[in-house]
């Protein structure tokens, strides 16, 4: 996934605020279940819905107002209810970024884990 740095993505330095990755990175996660022909509204619709369990970030170099970054994002370890993404965040140079996984857990409607549905699990191996 490509995103632009603006201005507000930025603190008072034009470094990127560092929290701004966690909204990058689930961006890049949305977009990666759409490019495997998954809506996250959907499956949250069909009581199929993910949270993070947890998050581990390495901040490698600074993005800087006016950067292109490029969001590679991929699926590590999936187990029952678990899917682990793996993240790296390149700037235009293609210089190392970020380095990041997130564990996502499957829940149902009250929020209790639940199996990842099959079908699911096939198309993000």
Do not use: W
């Not at 996660?29 to 022909?37: I, L, M, N, Y």
């Not at 369990?53 to 800087?64: C, G, L, N, S, T």
């Not at 490029?70 to 029952?80: A, E, F, N």
């Amino acid at each position: 996934m490509k995103t632009h740095i603006y201005y507000h993505h930025t603190d008072c330095g034009g470094v990127v605020y560092y929290a701004n990755y966690l909204n990058f990175l689930e961006e890049a996660r949305t977009e990666f279940f759409a490019a495997k022909g998954f809506s996250i509204k959907l499956l949250a619709d069909s009581g199929v819905m993910f949270v993070v369990a947890r998050q581990e970030v390495d901040y490698k170099f600074p993005a800087v107002y006016g950067d292109d970054l490029d969001i590679q994002t991929q699926v590590g370890v999936i187990t029952g209810v678990r899917i682990e993404f793996l993240h790296e965040i390149y700037n235009q140079n293609k210089q190392l970024i970020v380095k990041a996984k997130t564990i996502l857990v499957c829940v149902d409607k009250h929020l209790k884990p639940q199996a990842i549905p099959e079908e699911l699990r096939k198309k993000l191996i």
